[in-house]
């Protein structure tokens, strides 16, 4: 179901509930997910990078979870789900800009980043 290649996850169409996990040290991806039912997202990284995450906004998802620390010199970083997440927690450090759906949100919030992180919010 999930596809892996040096830096980038693919979720196949048609899949019914997903449960993404990641351990990404030292790493760079990219992970966007098709059409699901449902979608747990939990990643956790050590001095890796994320080029982006896209969740299909007809996708429900559950859990949105994005820990850890980033590699040095990460500029952005972009999270693209213009929904509303059962849970959204997001606690990092390392980078400067944290891109995010205009609409994303989640009934749980918890978002931690460091004090230097400006958060923009994108259509």
Not at 26 to 35: K, S
Request: proline share 2%; charged share 25%.
């Amino acid at each position: 179901m999930i596809s892996r290649s040096d830096s980038a996850f693919r979720i196949n169409q048609g899949v019914k509930q997903i449960k993404i996990n990641v351990d990404a040290d030292r790493n760079v991806f990219n992970l966007q997910e098709w059409v699901s039912d449902s979608v747990d997202v939990n990643i956790r990284l050590k001095e890796s990078s994320i080029k982006g995450v896209t969740i299909d906004p007809r996708s429900k998802v559950g859990t949105l979870s994005i820990q850890g620390s980033t590699a040095q010199k990460v500029d952005k970083m972009s999270i693209n789900y213009p929904g509303r997440c059962d849970s959204l927690l997001i606690n990092l450090t390392g980078f400067t800009g944290l891109h995010l759906s205009k609409l994303l949100s989640g009934k749980f919030e918890d978002i931690n980043i460091s004090d230097d992180t400006v958060i923009k919010r994108e259509e």
